[in-house]
């Protein structure tokens, strides 16, 4: 299974199944500590399952999964200790202030007093958004809304973060703001494993799973996946396309 010396995440072997579909199948790999691992592929893929099994979101239909050394199934509780999940569509109070948001996720965690200013003041600095601490949440521009969903996320300070596309459809300029901010935690020892409609951006992770129909097609580097193409966008739409090639090959000559 590709990994490394130094595996926070392992998944090995992990499908569901929903009925007779399968939403991911026999998906293996393992992410190491401190580095940021992404997950690209075309819309339906996978990815989304596969991020939520890891999360402890749903339960895997078999395999395993393991984020630093405890099994997903049996030490839920203690994972979403050591975890930051924040989906697609987080979930913001639109009436709470900025600042109200994340007070509400602290208080979550039992951070209080000292802790709890310094973090606030840390989040909400980074994320650019002190100016707009007394402004509701439904009043703030998409990458806004994602800079703070990140923030609260953020605010118990986790091993681990999984993002589930936090950037899809974010203008530009907000997306690398957040990009930004992403480094800045795996530059301090956070890992991160997220999932990405943006091939840019799977530039800027140390390795690259590509996911198509359900299934992991190849894990790399981003200078790897490429070596023969352009760009990485180039090279995913190819192996793609070769893989739907061979399909198709096989459904005529049965």
């Known amino acids: 299974m590709p990994g490394s010396d130094n595996p926070i995440i392992e998944v090995e ?13 026999e998906a293996s ?11 690209v592929g075309s819309d339906g893929a ?6 939520r099994m890891i999360a402890t979101m749903i339960k895997p239909s078999s395999g395993t999964i393991s984020i630093a050394g405890l099994d997903v199934l049996t030490h839920r509780k203690r994972i979403r200790d050591l975890i930051g999940y924040m989906p697609q569509q987080f979930g913001l109070y ?17 951070i ?19 100016p707009f601490t007394r402004r509701p949440a439904g009043q703030l521009s998409g990458g806004m809304k994602q800079k703070l969903g990140l923030a609260c996320v953020l605010v118990h300070e986790p091993k681990v973060l999984i993002l589930d596309e936090p950037t899809n459809g974010v203008d530009p300029v907000s997306r690398r703001e957040f990009w930004d901010m992403l480094k800045i935690m795996q530059n301090e020892g956070m890992t991160i494993l997220t999932s990405t409609a943006y091939l840019d951006e799977g530039e800027k992770c140390d390795r690259v799973a590509i996911m198509h129909q359900a299934s992991i097609l190849e894990i790399a580097t981003p200078d790897a996946l490429r070596a023969r193409f352009s760009s990485l966008e180039e090279a995913v739409i190819a192996r793609i396309q070769e893989v739907d090639e061979e399909l198709r090959n096989d459904s005529f000559q049965r």
């Open 29 to 39: 790999f393992s992410v190491a500590a401190g580095s940021m691992f992404g997950l």
């Open 94 to 110: 639109q009436d709470l202030t900025v600042e109200e948001n994340l007070q509400f996720f602290m208080d979550i965690y039992g």
């Open 46 to 51: 996978g990815k989304t399952s596969l991020l």
């Open 112 to 130: 209080k007093g000292k802790d709890a200013k310094r973090r606030k003041e840390r989040y909400l600095g980074f994320s650019h958004l002190l």
């Open 13 to 25: 072997k992990a499908s569901l199944q929903f009925g007779a579909v399968n939403a991911v199948r």
